[in-house]
């Protein structure tokens, strides 16, 4: 009986040593499983981490791009918007220096069409085949041909129909024989500079 209580303790220890490597290796078989889903879920948070700085990056790319294309369309708008105004005052500028040109030739001409009238007047009055008035035709001649050449002219008045923004009616007379508002007779001649009236006709209306 002794001798099967020891051989029973002795297969009993044995089995107790078979059966502890057994847990041994299977407690480092699950530490190694664990270490293997540690440094999966590592690596899968690693580069979560790396995509969502890919991500970010991206948008403060994104966002530094979108900025810097708001400055050009601000400069663009407010270059384009200085490039109008300088264009608006440049016409401006030359519209009224030509309004300056015209204002003065106009004041330049109102003064030289008194010498006009008395020319006028005195070669009306010189007798037929005088030297001396034969020059001063030619002269006064001269200074017409100068004076249309700078764009003046005379109006027309005398059978056209009276128009207030050229005639100027100090008279009327009447007569059946002439139609209503006919210019009969020139008093003073008027003149144009270009499309301006200088001097208005002073006329004579029938009717």
Same mark, same amino acid.
């Given at each position: 009986?002794?001798?099967?209580?020891?051989?029973?303790?002795?297969?009993?220890?044995? /089995? /107790?040593? #078979?059966?502890?490597? =057994?847990?041994?290796?299977?407690?480092?078989? /699950?530490?190694?499983?664990?270490?293997?889903?540690?440094?999966?879920?590592? %690596?899968? *948070?690693?580069?979560? *981490?790396?995509?969502?700085?890919?991500? /970010?990056?991206? @948008?403060?790319?994104?966002?530094?791009?979108?900025?810097?294309e %708001?400055?050009?369309?601000?400069?663009?708008?407010?270059? %384009?918007?200085?490039?109008?105004? @300088? #264009?608006?005052?440049?016409?401006r500028?030359?519209?009224?220096?030509?309004?300056?040109y015209?204002?003065?030739?106009?004041?330049i001409?109102?003064?030289?069409?008194?010498?006009?009238?008395? @020319?006028?007047?005195?070669? =009306?009055?010189?007798?037929e085949?005088?030297? @001396?008035?034969?020059?001063?035709?030619?002269? !006064?001649?001269?200074?017409?041909t100068?004076?249309?050449?700078?764009?003046?002219?005379p109006?027309?008045?005398?059978?056209?129909?009276?128009?207030?923004?050229?005639?100027?009616?100090?008279?009327?007379?009447? #007569? #059946?024989?002439?139609?209503?508002?006919?210019?009969?007779?020139?008093? %003073?001649k008027? !003149?144009?500079?270009?499309?301006?009236?200088i001097?208005?006709?002073?006329?004579?209306v029938?009717?």
């Amino acid at each position: 009986m002794a001798e099967e209580k020891e051989n029973k303790s002795t297969v009993e220890e044995e /089995t /107790t040593e #078979d059966k502890r490597p =057994a847990d041994a290796e299977t407690q480092e078989e /699950t530490q190694e499983a664990g270490e293997e889903e540690q440094t999966e879920e590592t %690596q899968e *948070e690693e580069q979560e *981490e790396k995509a969502e700085e890919k991500k /970010t990056s991206f @948008f403060k790319k994104k966002e530094k791009k979108d900025k810097k294309e %708001q400055q050009i369309a601000e400069l663009t708008d407010r270059l %384009q918007r200085t490039m109008a105004e @300088f #264009d608006n005052f440049r016409k401006r500028t030359e519209k009224e220096k030509a309004s300056m040109y015209i204002i003065g030739a106009k004041e330049i001409v109102e003064k030289i069409l008194p010498v006009v009238d008395n @020319f006028e007047r005195g070669l =009306a009055s010189a007798e037929e085949g005088d030297a @001396f008035a034969e020059g001063m035709k030619m002269i !006064y001649k001269q200074l017409m041909t100068t004076l249309e050449e700078l764009g003046v002219e005379p109006i027309e008045a005398v059978g056209k129909e009276f128009n207030p923004d050229f005639h100027n009616a100090v008279m009327h007379v009447e #007569d #059946d024989s002439l139609g209503e508002n006919v210019v009969v007779e020139e008093l %003073q001649k008027g !003149y144009m500079y270009k499309s301006f009236v200088i001097r208005h006709s002073m006329v004579k209306v029938a009717n």
